[in-house]
T-cell receptor, first 112, second 114 residues
Framework: GQNIDQPTEMTATEGAIVQINCTYQ??????LFWYQQHAGEAPTFLSY????GLEEKGRFSSFLSRSKGYSYLLLKELQMKDSASYLC?????????????FGAGTRLAVHP | DAEITQSPRHKITETGRQVTLACHQT?????MFWYRQDLGHGLRLIHY???????NKGEVSDGYSVSRSNTEDLPLTLESAASSQTSVYFC?????????????FGPGTRLTVT
């Protein structure tokens, strides 16, 4: 089967660092995405990992361990505008088609 | 600029009525997707298409249908709306080229079935 787990809610302080974890089980794994979604808006792409290791993009970094079925999104120098939901999504190619399977999302609240 | 649009943005309908939600993209992407988003469930795939005349069922396809007659559009039809279909619906597209398959999302349609 397919399963993606991430914490429901997190809180953090402006200027701090926060790590959002995602664990997954899927039969046809071929990459992992992180999306950001502000309340009432569409998800927007943050990062993509297909190989093990860390991908850094400005204040945001994403890590993947395929052997452990684990990823995390690291947000540094938190700003109030980072308050949003963060969606972990696995690209699955089982059945011959590429699909994205999303976790339920982690709602991050950044406070002063 | 290329974009993906959805209409209507908000819709209230009655149980049993047929409803069609429009999705239009000007990215010239081959791949298009429909998701619904409900509290506690995240985004769940309803139907998807990898090109003209290609359609496939997703995780929660019962009660929904799609057709793909051109590259730009993938309308989603609820044959007989039910209260369980009250949700926010997102359309997305991707070009299917390269290794990332990043999906671009439309602004969403909030559907209420009374």
């Amino acid at each position: 089967g397919q399963n993606i787990d991430q914490p429901t809610e997190m809180t953090a302080t402006e200027g701090a660092i926060v790590q959002i974890n995602c664990t997954y089980q899927t039969s046809g794994f071929n990459g992992l995405f992180w999306y950001q979604q502000h309340a009432g808006e569409a998800p927007t792409f943050l990062s993509y990992n297909v190989l093990d290791g860390l991908e850094e993009k400005g204040r945001f970094s994403s890590f993947l361990s395929r052997s452990k079925g684990y990823s995390y999104l690291l947000l540094k120098e938190l700003q109030m505008k980072d308050s949003a939901s963060y969606l972990c999504a696995v690209r699955d190619i089982s059945g011959g088609y590429n699909k994205l399977i999303f976790g339920a999302g982690t709602r991050l609240a950044v406070h002063p | 600029d290329a974009e993906i649009t959805q209409s209507p943005r908000h819709k209230i309908t009655e149980t049993g009525r047929q409803v069609t939600l429009a999705c239009h993209q000007t990215w010239n992407h081959n791949n298009m997707f429909w998701y619904r988003q409900d509290l506690g469930h995240g985004l769940r795939l309803i139907h998807y298409s990898y090109g003209v005349h290609d359609t496939n069922k997703g995780e929660v396809s019962d009660g929904y249908s799609v057709s793909r007659s051109n590259t730009e559009d993938l309308p989603l039809t609820l044959e007989s709306a039910a209260s369980s279909q009250t949700s926010v619906y997102f359309c997305a597209s991707s070009d299917g080229q390269g290794s990332s398959y990043e999906q671009y999302f439309g602004p969403g349609t909030r559907l209420t079935v009374t």
